[in-house]
């Protein structure tokens, strides 16, 4: 299918604009310079109730924000981790995301700002998401949510991150997750894939901006083979959560995403994966101006909330 022909207007805006490359900035000024996603000033979702909080993770305060829709108590809970390479993206780089989701899911979303490199170089990142899962656990009746459904999730950067927390709970042998929303994850830094090549000039996420993001991230050449930065790597993969696995056609992460939920599938867990014709990577955080961008989250919110109404009842 062809490149969505809003999308095409949006990238020919950005263009327009003139903002410097990101390989030709450093961390602190690409935070202030570019931006996640497309901020088009629309209004965002209201949700019921939204608060600002914080939890301790290895000596460091780590800043969260909860979204938690109408309803009864204690609720569903999806534990969100924003994309931006592990360098950038916040709580408000995020916001209309997890609003949109916490509506459409009826579900308690906790976004985390979780420590960024290469201030906080890899696995800092790992272990504050890791912790945001003991973190809730135990504030489970202060925060008014159920522990035993409680999902990880997020896009790009924060999807490896979500998929990579799963595996480091069933490694340790904790409480796994009951859903992975896994929205282009970046799974595997080992090795290049078709779509690396095909879709790495013009198409938002470009193959410097991808070089640049991992030359910030990883300190060392052989963390790339961590299973704790390439989930694609870690030789066991059964016995893991349902997962619903999102990829863009243009995206460089496409083919590395589809892999990945082929090689869960493969292994005998539950994987729905939708590849979302004629987008980009981060077209979710486009939501308010393409529709397939509203739709993958809508889409994705009620599959959590099959999910966690299946849990329920025992299933």
């Known amino acids: 299918m062809a490149l969505d022909p809003t999308v095409k207007a949006i990238l020919a805006e950005m263009e327009k604009q003139g903002l410097p490359g990101l ?30 909080l914080s939890f301790e993770s290895e000596g460091y305060t780590i800043p969260v924000r909860i979204y938690q829709p ?20 916040d709580l408000d ?7 949109r989701i916490a509506n459409a899911s009826q579900s308690t979303v906790i976004s985390v700002e979780y420590r ?38 997020g896009d790009s950067a924060g999807g490896n991150l979500a998929a990579v927390v799963t595996h480091l709970l069933k490694e340790r042998n904790e409480p796994l997750p009951v859903y992975q929303l896994l929205i282009y994850p970046s799974v595997d830094f080992t090795k290049k894939y078709p779509s690396d090549e095909k879709n790495k000039e013009g198409l938002f996420l470009t193959g410097e901006a991808m070089s640049y993001f991992r ?6 050449k052989e963390d790339k083979f961590n299973p704790l930065a390439s989930p694609m790597v870690r030789e066991d993969v059964m016995g893991l959560p349902p ?31 939708i590849d979302y014709k004629g987008m980009v990577h981060g077209f979710i955080s486009m939501a308010n ?5 509203a739709e993958a989250l809508t889409e994705a919110g009620r599959a959590l909330q099959a999910r966690f109404i299946e849990v329920k009842a025992g299933k």
């Open 23 to 52: 390989e030709t900035l450093s961390p602190e000024e690409a935070r202030v310079n570019r931006r996640i996603g497309t901020d088009d000033g629309q209004v965002v979702e209201e949700v019921n109730r939204v608060e600002n």
């Open 243 to 273: 997962a619903h696995i999102i990829t863009a056609e243009y995206d460089p992460l496409r083919d590395q995403g589809e892999a990945y939920a082929t090689r869960l599938k493969q292994a005998g867990n539950e994987v729905t994966y």
């Open 215 to 220: 030359k910030h991230y990883l300190s060392q």
């Open 93 to 99: 780089s995020h916001d209309p995301v997890c609003r």
């Open 116 to 153: 960024l490199a290469p201030e906080y170089p890899f696995p800092a990142a790992v272990y504050d998401c890791y912790n945001a899962v003991h973190w809730v656990r135990e504030q489970a009746e202060v925060l008014g949510i159920d522990k035993e459904r409680v999902a990880v999730g």
């Open 289 to 293: 101006l393409v529709p397939q961008g």
């Open 70 to 89: 109408e309803g009864t108590t204690p609720q569903p809970i999806l534990l969100y981790f924003h994309g931006g390479g592990w360098v950038l993206g």
